[in-house]
């Protein structure tokens, strides 16, 4: 019987469609160190770390018969997939399962920040006498106001399907346009990089971390952005000049963030605490009950169609 590693203790219930056909180690804590899973992935064929875990060239070598690296996650930069392949191990990721829970908190953070509502209810909850006036402590509008979305793939649509619905006009940048038909859904307009800057009244990033897209929103970048600009990150902190943006808060060259995702989490820079025009998440994209289950059904589609040459989210 084949046998997989569990990084993680994740919920049984979206693995239960490999129970009986596999050998299903799970940590007896919350997760294996690094070292626990050296020691017991060397008789695994599959490894399932979860999207934080950094698998290594390390952890590789010390999987003697692996296979298969399935994933937690739709981000693979936690696997070195370079090494994974030079080792003949195919890695998966979880595509579909993260598609709608990502985008509706995209567009969560959207209204919070633009909307000034996680300000407010701080605010508020602490006792503080929020400016009720006509026209005190007032945020920013979202209906007619020009979403641009940096990363135009299946997440990117699904929030400009939100955003389309609730007035927005879209902008995009990718390597290449999409095809006609996908702009015409969303009405959307392929623009290059600089004119995404500035003119996005919100600009959503919705790239993978690569070495192409490090630090693609600096100092420069954002000073390109309006005053009255809103970034939101859903995708990986490293998309982003952590310094820069703290900067670009604090002197007002942009109206405000919502971030998910950090450079170094679970560690959030000191500096982005106390800022009342950023808004934070604990890379919360898919932290409900029903996205992780789908995740795990993912994960669970992935090893038994591997085994059964059939179809899998395939990195590599």
């Known amino acids: 019987m084949k046998k997989i590693l569990m990084g993680y203790d994740f919920l049984r219930e979206g693995f239960a469609p490999l129970e009986g ?45 692996l296979q298969l690296i399935a994933n937690f996650g739709v981000g693979y930069n936690n696997i070195d997939v370079a090494y994974s392949t030079s080792k003949g191990i195919t890695v998966t990721n979880t595509p579909s399962a993260v598609l709608e829970p990502t985008a509706e908190l995209c567009f969560a953070l959207i209204l919070a920040t633009a909307r000034k509502v996680a300000y407010y209810n701080h605010e508020l909850h602490n006792g503080k006498r929020l400016d009720w006036s ?15 979305i940096y990363g135009m793939g299946r997440i990117g649509q699904s929030i400009a399907r939100r955003a389309v619905a609730s007035g927005m006009k879209i902008i995009y940048h990718n390597r290449r346009p999409l095809d006609k038909e996908i702009e015409s859904r969303y009405n959307a307009t392929y623009v290059d990089f600089e004119t995404l800057l500035k003119e996005s009244d919100f600009l959503s990033l919705n790239a993978p ?8 929103i600096g ?12 970034l939101i990150n859903t995708a990986r902190g490293q998309l982003v000049d952590t310094q820069a943006l703290v900067k670009a808060l604090k ?48 994960v669970a589609k992935n090893i038994i169609n591997f085994f059964e040459k059939g179809e899998i989210d395939k990195v590599n």
């Open 219 to 230: 100092e420069k970048e954002l000073r390109a952005m309006k005053k009255t600009a809103i």
């Open 251 to 298: 002197d007002k060259d942009i109206y405000a963030a919502g971030l998910d995702v950090f450079e170094n989490e679970p560690k959030i820079p000191e500096e982005l605490i106390g800022l009342d025009n950023v808004v934070l998440c604990p890379h919360a994209g898919t932290k409900t009950y029903a996205a992780r289950i789908d995740m795990e059904h993912e």
């Open 134 to 148: 006509l026209f005190g402590d007032l945020g920013m509008p979202v209906y007619g106001q020009t979403l641009g």
């Open 209 to 216: 971390a690569s070495k192409e897209t490090f630090h693609l």
């Open 21 to 65: 056909k596999f050998e299903i180690i799970y940590p007896d804590k919350q997760l294996f160190t690094k070292q626990e899973i050296i020691e017991r992935v060397k008789d695994a064929d599959v490894l399932v770390p979860n999207f934080s875990f950094q698998t290594d060239a390390e952890i590789i070598d010390a999987g003697k018969n």
